[in-house]
């Protein structure tokens, strides 16, 4: 089964193609945050230099997030317009899923750390287990100081990834020791999207379009910023 993966759940916009073979083909852009105008016509030019049709999808695989709002809806919106066109299920796995997987070699504990702005970042943590990982707590948000008090607690040799723990590496190293992955890999990526999602296409661990949910953690930044003004007046 051939899998079109779509990650637009933080500033970089990521396509990638997967079957049984592997990742067949990828695009990725960090720069610009143009996501509704950069995501088709990179889903157009990783099928056409993979020499595969539209048709041939058997599913479609979507970060489902936590990450930033708007490049979340695009993505999510996108991938159902296709699945929906081609009458095909959907999976959703989530951004820190994804920045983790990479790392499942590691021989320790795994932090993945998104920059969700206005000093806050989304995190959970993960085990390397064979042939992947294991999420040991679930997707949270909150400021920085929440992040390190949780690194603290767990009193663990751990490795971080992510563009919030890049960020906030300063914050984070002055309370602790930990290491951090490169940067090439603190973005969420549509490879290991198509890696995860054929694993459970295998098993028919899918949705239909209509089904598949954000995971957004915390109010849009419009309601946020409406409820303040509400409260201020």
């Not at 919106?77 to 997987?101: E, Y």
């Not at 002055?174 to 295998?202: K, M, N, T, Y």
């Not at 899918?206 to 309601?223: F, H």
Request: net charge negative; glycine share 10%.
């Amino acid at each position: 089964m051939l899998i079109l993966g779509i990650e637009t759940a933080t500033q970089q916009v990521s396509v990638a193609i997967g079957g049984h073979e592997g990742v067949l083909g990828m695009f990725e852009v960090s720069r610009g945050r143009r996501h509704a105008e950069t995501l088709v016509p990179a889903i157009e030019f990783v099928c056409r230099q993979a020499d595969i049709e539209i048709a041939e999808f058997g599913a479609i695989a979507v970060d489902i997030g936590p990450g930033l709002f708007t490049g979340m809806r695009v993505g999510l919106a996108a991938g159902k317009a296709i699945a929906q066109a081609l009458r095909v299920p959907m999976i959703g796995i989530s951004s820190l899923d994804l920045l983790a997987f990479p790392l499942r070699h590691a021989d320790r504990t795994i932090a993945a750390v998104i920059d969700a702005r206005k000093g806050e970042v989304f995190y959970a943590f993960y085990r390397p287990v064979p042939g992947g990982v294991q999420r040991v707590t679930e997707p949270c948000v909150g400021p920085v100081d929440d992040l390190v008090a949780d690194l603290i607690a767990r009193g663990q040799n751990v490795v971080c990834v992510g563009d919030g723990a890049l960020r906030y590496r300063d914050e984070i190293e002055g309370d602790l020791h930990c290491d951090f992955a490169e940067q090439f890999v603190s973005f969420p990526s549509a490879a290991p999207l198509v890696q995860l999602a054929h694993a459970r296409a295998l098993r028919e661990d899918w949705v239909n379009p209509w089904e598949i949910q954000p995971m957004y953690l915390r109010a849009p930044d419009a309601q946020i910023n409406w409820t303040t003004r509400e409260s201020a007046s």
